[in-house]
């Protein structure tokens, strides 16, 4: 304040006589040199130098977001265009490594995470003596940094809410009461980019706190509510056979005295210590009930005690429910490739629904699944295929309220299919033979047999290893459908393989006078629509005086046909029929006496 003059100096040339400060725009290579500033103080001089050089370190930064929310971070990059430069990060005007990252020589980012207020950041590039500083980024922050809180109360008494928002351009606050502004009296605090309004009520309901800024913008805080005393059970989950723990919270000023439990209206315990957090200004009690029984179920209530006040509080019933596996999933035995039924009950009631049920084994998946409800039990029911041998399978039930069981592994016997030997076709009245194989494990399986589903024939087994295998032999003379039944006792299993043989070849053959002197002789052939030919002998000559008639159902009708008849004609007709792998003939005497 007392100094005389200051003097700015170049090289011993006088530059400027007054001011702290030399701005120099433009900077060029005449720029550069020692510069000196003198103050005088009547008779006594301070003098400072410093050398101005120019740098061809350059520096680029730039940043992801300039303006961010509150809690919210961003990402800025700084790149040099000399390899041998390091970068530092200055935050605030000081240097930093905090989330700092090294991408390469050039490159350089650092995370500013959790932002409050805002933040000014350079960044310096220093190589040997010389350092050169990057332009300085300013990270703007906007939104609130104290929300109002909730305040339960016991009686009807003040509260006070707080509310601050942090911009650069925050124009006012104002706090509405179930969405409308309130026309109250309020404290408000302004300093640098920040303001604070502070609200004192009584009443009740839901509050919230509008921040309006310059550019014509608002945002509002989280919500607030002023509510009494609240009192509410909880419980995460309930398994039969194990302990649970019955949560009582309770919210308001006054820590209550003695929490009592009551069950259908007696008294199963009282707690005298209720855990009590000064800071939310709750107090919670709970009950653990030890290997949890249906003589446990009923209506569950806690009671708010307040001895000073003469008054208590009750909560609203609760009943909890006994979840998980009624009948767990058990040992089932599947055939190898087929589907194979998995089912177990399960309890699912309100307020706990299940979310998802998931089984799955060793390699194997559920194709499909299905629900069905009854009361407060469900059965679930799943197809899982697999080929694999001797697996184990588990059963995961998710519920609404995040609680998960999982039974234990249940065991999945694979057999393997049976598997039948039998002709498509067999000639017409010949036997036909039809053999089934079955391997087996543990379990030996009665095979039975049925023809066109008539009552069961029994036939022998013979046994070999670990293989049985039964035989069925008949006359085809129709179409005949075989069913093999395969029968597991111990499992209450049945498997049936059905096989359809079609009889094949010369079903009859005759002779039918259609005119005077004129016979027809008629081949029917069952064909079950193969390639077939039909020829007529006599005598071993064969004969072409023949017409072929295809008739629907696999059979054809060949028909020879005489004429004029002497004695030539009278004797035994052979008709052939030819299929690709086989014939078969069959024939028929023209007589006089068949004539008479």
Same mark, same amino acid.
């Given at each position: 304040n007392y100094r005389d003059r200051t003097l700015w100096s170049k090289e011993g040339n006088l530059l400027k006589e007054t001011g702290n400060s030399l701005i120099i725009s433009n900077v060029a290579s005449d720029n550069v040199g020692t510069y000196q500033c003198r103050i005088d103080y009547g008779d006594v001089s301070i003098t400072s130098a410093s050398r101005l050089s120019i740098s061809d370190i350059i520096l680029d930064l730039k940043a992801d977001n300039y303006f961010v929310s509150v809690g919210d971070s961003t990402l800025l990059t700084c790149i040099s265009n000399d390899p041998d430069t390091v970068i530092e990060w200055i935050v605030d005007g000081i240097k930093t490594s905090n989330g700092v990252i090294t991408v390469s020589p050039t490159e350089s980012k650092i995370s500013l995470a959790n932002l409050r207020t805002y933040v000014r950041v350079q960044c310096a590039g220093q190589r040997n003596e010389e350092v050169a500083l990057s332009d300085q980024v300013v990270i703007r922050v906007r939104g609130f940094i104290v929300h109002p809180s909730s305040k339960p109360q016991q009686y009807?008494?003040?509260?006070?809410?707080? !509310? &601050?928002?942090q911009s650069h351009n925050i124009v006012s606050l104002t706090w509405m009461l179930n969405d409308q502004k309130m026309e109250a009296e309020t404290k408000e605090y302004a300093f640098m980019s920040t303001m604070l309004s502070i609200l004192t009520t009584s009443q009740l309901g839901r509050y919230s706190c509008m921040a309006k800024f310059s550019d014509g913008t608002s945002i509002s805080s989280q919500p607030a509510f002023i509510t009494r005393i609240n009192l509410e059970i909880r419980s995460d989950f309930a398994m039969q056979g194990k302990s649970t723990t019955l949560t009582c919270s309770v919210s308001g000023y006054t820590n209550p005295d003695i929490i009592t439990w009551t069950r259908e209206s007696d008294v199963v315990f009282s707690d005298s210590s209720c855990s009590y957090d000064a800071v939310s200004r709750q107090c919670t009690s709970e009950y653990v009930i030890n290997a949890v029984s249906i003589e446990h179920l009923g209506s569950y209530n806690c009671i708010a005690n307040y001895?000073?006040?003469?008054? *208590?509080?009750?909560?609203?019933?609760?009943?909890?429910?006994?979840?998980?596996?009624?009948?767990?999933?058990? /040992? %089932?035995?599947?055939? *190898?490739?087929?589907?194979?039924?998995?089912?177990?009950?399960?309890?699912?009631?309100?307020?706990?629904?299940?979310? #998802?049920?998931?089984?799955s084994s060793d390699n194997g998946t559920v194709q499909y699944h299905s629900t069905e409800t009854k009361g407060e039990v469900s059965t679930w029911s799943g197809v899982v295929t697999t080929e694999e041998k001797n697996l184990s399978y588990t059963c995961t039930i998710r519920y609404s309220n995040g609680y998960v069981v999982t039974s234990s592994p249940a065991r999945i016997t694979i057999l393997d299919n049976p598997v039948v030997d039998a002709p498509q076709q067999t000639l017409f009245g010949k036997m036909a033979r039809v053999s089934i194989a079955v391997n087996y494990l543990d379990i030996v399986p009665v095979i039975g047999w049925k023809i066109n589903s008539d009552s069961t %024939?029994?036939?022998?087994?013979?046994?070999?290893?670990? &293989? %049985?295998?039964?035989?069925? &032999?008949?006359?085809?003379?129709?179409?005949? *459908?075989?069913?093999?039944?395969?029968?597991?006792? $111990?499992?209450? @299993?049945? @498997? #049936?393989?059905?096989?359809? %043989?079609?009889?094949?070849?010369?079903? /009859?053959?005759?002779?039918?006078?259609?005119?005077?002197?004129?016979?027809?002789?008629? !081949?029917?052939?069952? #064909?079950?629509?193969?390639?077939?030919?039909v020829s007529w002998y006599k005598a071993d000559l064969l004969l072409d005086k023949t017409i072929e008639v295809e008739l629907n159902g696999g059979k054809m009708l060949s028909v020879l046909s005489l004429y004029s008849l002497s004695d030539e004609d009278y004797g035994e007709y052979v008709c052939r029929a030819t299929f690709?792998?086989?014939? $078969?003939?069959?024939s028929v005497v023209f007589s006089l006496k068949r004539q008479c």
């Open positions: 009807s008494e003040f509260v006070t809410l707080r !509310c &601050q928002v001895l000073r006040y003469m008054t *208590a509080y009750k909560s609203p019933s609760y009943h909890f429910k006994l979840l998980g596996f009624k009948d767990p999933p058990k /040992d %089932i035995v599947a055939i *190898a490739t087929r589907p194979t039924k998995i089912s177990f009950n399960y309890e699912n009631s309100d307020p706990v629904k299940t979310e #998802t049920i998931e089984c %024939i029994e036939t022998s087994s013979t046994i070999q290893g670990s &293989q %049985i295998v039964s035989e069925l &032999q008949w006359p085809v003379l129709d179409v005949t *459908a075989v069913i093999a039944t395969v029968f597991y006792s $111990e499992l209450d @299993l049945t @498997l #049936t393989e059905t096989t359809v %043989i079609k009889p094949i070849g010369v079903e /009859d053959v005759s002779v039918v006078r259609v005119a005077a002197d004129v016979y027809n002789l008629t !081949c029917t052939v069952l #064909t079950q629509n193969l390639d077939v030919s690709t792998h086989s014939s $078969e003939t069959s």
